[in-house]
């Protein structure tokens, strides 16, 4: 069993869909990162996390800590953010840095 | 501010060339880290380094060795290319603030793709 699974792996949805993704991860944790790789290859920052919740824009991320559980919210979806999405987790025990594989978010215009 | 760039943008290599690949940050960070993606895999740290003059192994860094003489340039070097490392590389660094979990966040390179024929 992966240490970080998310899901879905692919979502597809209407522009202007709430979007939700999620992200479990089994290990004991410092920091959490959520980035979005563009169709280009491109990876960018979104949000790192260690508790509660960040806003920016339209993404929204929350974590819970007791639940080993994070999520990535999008609100009034946008074609334009069609990516990949990736959760990663920094253990809290050796520093390793953990990626999820990924979810593929397709929104259709 | 550049961030973080990567150099080449593409290679093809025969089996069994080298090549070195450099990434190159501005920002000052102690940290570096060397990825691979592979298709239905997350990414995959090859070597990292927490300062100029160290480094350390990842998850998969066989067939790979790395230099960080300059705490700006982080080099990842393939001595016999095999056809297992067509990947697309990624370079990222980190600042490394222990107290603050923004202290962690990774800034990437726009990537290396490299096949290996």
């Known amino acids: 069993k992966n240490e970080v699974e998310q899901s879905p792996q692919n979502l597809t949805a209407q522009e202007g869909e709430f979007i939700t993704i999620n992200c479990s991860y089994s290990v004991g944790i410092s920091a959490l990162h959520w980035l979005q790789q563009h169709p280009g290859g491109g990876i960018v920052s979104l949000f790192m996390?260690?508790?509660g919740k960040k806003k920016h824009g339209r993404l929204i991320a929350t974590i819970n800590i007791q639940e080993k559980h994070s999520s990535l919210h999008i609100t009034a979806s946008h074609p334009r953010d069609s990516a990949v999405y990736i959760c990663a987790v920094r253990s809290d025990r050796d520093d390793k840095i953990i990626f999820g594989k990924g979810t593929r978010l397709h929104i259709l215009p | 501010n550049a961030g973080v760039t990567q150099t080449p943008k593409f290679r093809v290599l025969k089996t069994g060339q080298s090549m070195t690949l450099l990434c190159a940050q501005d920002?000052?960070?102690?940290?570096m880290y060397w990825y691979r993606q592979d298709p239905g895999m997350g990414l995959r740290l090859i070597h990292y380094?927490?300062?100029?003059?160290?480094?350390a192994k990842g998850e998969v860094p066989d067939g790979y060795n790395v230099s960080r003489l300059k705490k700006q340039n982080f080099l990842l070097g393939l001595e016999s290319a095999a056809p297992s490392q067509t990947s697309v590389y990624f370079c990222?660094?980190?600042?490394?603030?222990?107290?603050?979990?923004?202290?962690?966040?990774?800034?990437f390179g726009p990537g290396t793709r490299l096949t290996v024929t």
């Open positions: 380094s927490v300062g100029e003059g160290t480094t």
């Open positions: 920002m000052n960070h102690e940290y």
């Open positions: 990222a660094s980190s600042y490394e603030i222990g107290w603050s979990s923004e202290g962690y966040e990774q800034y």
């Open positions: 996390l260690s508790s």
